[in-house]
């Protein structure tokens, strides 16, 4: 990712003219295959209501976590982007 805030700002603007706020939001994320990474994610939607699905590449070397969560508006969104991308090494976000 060149300019994350660039990135964040792109997005925002996406989520106010796709969705009606409050919507459910599906975040994809990519991260080596590793236990405590996949609990760091899953307690960043703790308490949210999210539905949360794990899928380890065919090697096993990665794990695809999706979250469908109901969020506030897109500002929520994309902190939860933020946070994850703070607190979590080798993370990818889709």
Do not use: C
């Not at 919507?23 to 949210?48: H, M």
């Not at 794990?54 to 969560?69: A, D, E, P, R, W």
């Not at 991308?85 to 889709?94: E, H, N, Q, R």
């Amino acid at each position: 990712m060149k300019d994350p805030e660039e990135f964040y700002k792109k997005l925002k603007a996406q989520l106010a003219d796709t969705a009606m706020w409050p919507a459910v939001y599906l975040y994809k994320f990519i991260v080596p295959t590793d236990k405590a990474k996949i609990s760091q994610i899953e307690a960043i939607f703790d308490n949210l209501g999210a539905v949360i699905h794990t899928k380890q590449s065919k090697n096993g070397k990665y794990t695809s976590v999706s979250i469908n969560v109901r969020m506030k508006n897109p500002d929520h969104v994309i902190l939860k982007y933020k946070e994850v991308a703070d607190k979590i090494d080798g993370v990818i976000s889709l």
